[in-house]
């Protein structure tokens, strides 16, 4: 490859990324100051970083969260626990130098038995992958930022007592879209274990979501710094 | 792996991804019909899906393009030409099987060079290696959905005469942000090559935009289908 010659400044914008990020974080804080007060004061940094995915502080005001569940997803992932994700662009969002134990992202959405378990259960490939989650679920946290159905089916696995299916850590609902989006995550919000009580969750109500507040929202509970 | 047992359904919802599809791509053109008829005919399936992608029709209003962009894109995907991406989130979001001829869909940010680079020019590694993919870029089509800094340093790459950089086929403009997003977009819209013209573009403008966005345009033009 020839010599990389640096093209003459043509607009004047920040290039320093750290400052970028302080000034972004500082925008958002003061501009969502209302809602983001009336969270819980360990879930604001992760609010932060998802409006900030979101480029919109309206965002703010749909996010909700288990008292529990920034405690339940620190000390899973400094466990070693491994991040479930329903979708290649969530499991690809997760900046790795931030994961606390090398911890392991996994989505299965292209394993070889999805396409025959979607036919036969008549759901979508989103959801059947969900059920090959389940031997690594134990203690896990769990990423949903594209499908509704991947969520609901994952509910359904929790709730369907013949199934024993095991207990993950914390679940990240940020399912998009104008079917079934809003109504999964208010399942997600109000679900039931059999055996009584919730996985602690969080959530951005409503039709948006989407794989960048679900990733964004996994890398500020990986660690606590906020920068980069 | 023992056998997988799908659970019992418990919530009511739909299961079937191309009805999925169908039913929220019919809300869109129902909810957005004001702002989707003023956009050129061929650039109203690729705002459908970003509106999708982002689960808000007020994305719409925001969505604005040059009127050879869809012709350039589809037309060089073609070809062959390659997508040159900004983050492995958007180059992880476009629908390999959409591809018209396989294309290549490159992100250079984990390159070895990257670091290096982006330390001397004293700028993000996002806009280092864009400087990267100038041996790809003659015809290429190009989407920035992260880094406004990647946006404005292609645009300063294409415009400063001494660097000769090839032309790409066309670029979508997505940066996310509130430090520098809605600037770099409103640049792209504006720009002029020094031999005259622009690059055909397409923009979410304002502060919002990102991967999600980015690769659902990506997927619009890559194939007329609207279905998966």
Same mark, same amino acid.
């Given at each position: 490859?020839?010599?990389?010659?640096?093209?003459?400044?043509?607009y004047?914008?920040?290039?320093?990324?750290?400052?970028?990020?302080?000034?972004?974080?500082?925008?958002?804080? +003061?501009?969502? !100051? @209302?809602?983001? =007060? &009336? /969270?819980p004061?360990?879930?604001?940094?992760? #609010?932060?970083?998802?409006?900030h %995915?979101?480029?919109?502080?309206?965002?703010?005001?749909?996010?909700?969260?288990?008292? +529990?569940?920034? !405690? @339940?997803?620190? =000390? &899973? /992932?400094?466990?070693?626990?491994p991040?479930l #994700?329903?979708?290649?662009?969530? %499991?690809?969002?997760?900046?790795?130098?931030?994961?606390?134990a090398?911890?392991?992202?996994?989505?299965?959405?292209?394993?070889?038995?999805?396409?025959?378990?979607?036919?036969?259960?008549?759901?979508?490939?989103?959801?059947a %992958?969900?059920?090959?989650?389940?031997?690594?679920?134990?203690?896990?946290?769990?990423?949903?930022?594209?499908?509704?159905?991947?969520?609901?089916?994952?509910?359904?696995?929790?709730?369907?007592?013949?199934?024993?299916?095991?207990?993950?850590?914390?679940i990240?609902?940020?399912?998009?879209?104008?079917?079934?989006?809003?109504?999964?995550?208010?399942?997600?919000?109000?679900?039931?274990?059999?055996?009584?009580?919730?996985?602690p969750?969080?959530?951005?109500?409503?039709?948006?979501?989407?794989?960048?507040?679900?990733?964004?929202?996994?890398?500020?509970?990986?660690?606590?710094?906020?920068?980069?």
């Amino acid at each position: 490859m020839n010599q990389i010659h640096r093209p003459a400044r043509a607009y004047e914008y920040e290039t320093d990324g750290q400052e970028i990020y302080r000034q972004s974080f500082g925008m958002i804080r +003061d501009e969502a !100051r @209302a809602r983001l =007060s &009336a /969270l819980p004061d360990d879930v604001t940094d992760v #609010a932060v970083r998802i409006v900030h %995915a979101a480029g919109d502080v309206a965002v703010a005001d749909q996010i909700a969260a288990h008292p +529990d569940v920034v !405690r @339940a997803a620190r =000390s &899973a /992932l400094r466990s070693g626990a491994p991040i479930l #994700a329903d979708s290649n662009m969530v %499991a690809h969002g997760v900046t790795r130098r931030r994961l606390p134990a090398d911890n392991e992202v996994i989505c299965l959405l292209r394993d070889d038995r999805v396409p025959a378990l979607a036919r036969e259960w008549q759901t979508t490939r989103s959801a059947a %992958a969900v059920s090959l989650w389940a031997d690594r679920l134990e203690g896990a946290v769990v990423a949903v930022g594209n499908a509704p159905t991947a969520l609901f089916h994952l509910l359904e696995m929790l709730e369907d007592p013949s199934l024993g299916t095991p207990r993950p850590a914390a679940i990240v609902g940020m399912p998009v879209g104008f079917v079934g989006s809003a109504e999964s995550k208010t399942a997600l919000a109000e679900h039931e274990l059999p055996e009584g009580g919730q996985v602690p969750w969080i959530v951005v109500h409503g039709r948006r979501g989407g794989s960048a507040m679900a990733a964004a929202a996994l890398n500020a509970l990986a660690h606590e710094s906020e920068l980069a």
